[in-house]
């Protein structure tokens, strides 16, 4: 445990805390974009309320809540992922609310069915290729083990969120026996060892390494707005496939919050995420990372909205932490790096 760090953040909190009277919300968030700001300051402008921000893994975070108990000053957990949020529930760190608001407006399969935690934005876990070695890329997540791909799969790490959230899924639609011969089959297909994160397979598309690559949508979308390195304007040589069309849609992701097990600001937190389904709070929040908005009359941004219109997977992601301990065993089994 850090220990100065977590001193200057907790003097810092207090230095900046307000008097007694004046409202506020802590939020401890593991998602930070310099474009926060205006989000936070709308919000205060609104209603008075002053978002004071606690930033971190969201191992920190979790480490640091579950050290502060009941006397965390925590109003509410942000965190990317439907695997995370829900094992922040696990660890007792997120009390269950219910607000009309939020029910109304965010779809049921993108958050808690208990009210632990909701989605603020989707992000999309889909396949890439090479335009010019792929002339028919997959279609399917399934089709990523066909030996036909032998030897030109990039992916990262199996021990990643992202991966874990996939393949619980894929337990979810397949069944665990579908699943482990699922991990099998891409582990023989793949360009080289898991290694980066989901730029580096992008890169690998572009540098020649893999033919096929599995990303999320918004490292691509980044890659469309501004320069990044190893991939440049070799971009345009990248296409898309939004998996499992015909069959149960592509798989979601979300930017989770939900409110803190001891918040001592709870109904400022309700009203900051009530706040978060409001459109021009979704447009901005999805679009400082070109995801999607989660309400369905939100605007989606330029380069996220070019990426075309698809069916998503309606599985609840509920079901994405219920099978994360499974999907870490199966590529633990059959040693999925
Ligand atoms: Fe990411």
Redesign the pocket.
Known sequence: MPRPMIMTALLALAAGAAPALAQEVNIYSSRHYDTDEKLYSDFTEATGIKVNRIEGTADELTARMKAEGENSPADIILT?DAGRAWFADQEDLLQDIDSEVLNERIPDYLRSPDGAWYGFST?ARVIFYAKDRVETPPQTYAELADPKWKGKVCIRSSSNI?NLSLMAAIIAHEGEEGAKAWAEGVLANLARPPEG??TDQLRGLVSGICDVAVA?T??FARAQAEPVEGIGADVEKIGWVFPNQETTGTHLNIAAAGVAAHAPNREEAVQFLEYLTTGSAQEFFANQNHEFPVVPDAEVGEIAAALGAFKPDTLNLNALGENQAKAQAIFNEVGFP
Request: neutral net charge; without cysteine; charged residues 25%.
């Open positions: 990317v992000r992202y994160g989901d999320n918004y490292y």
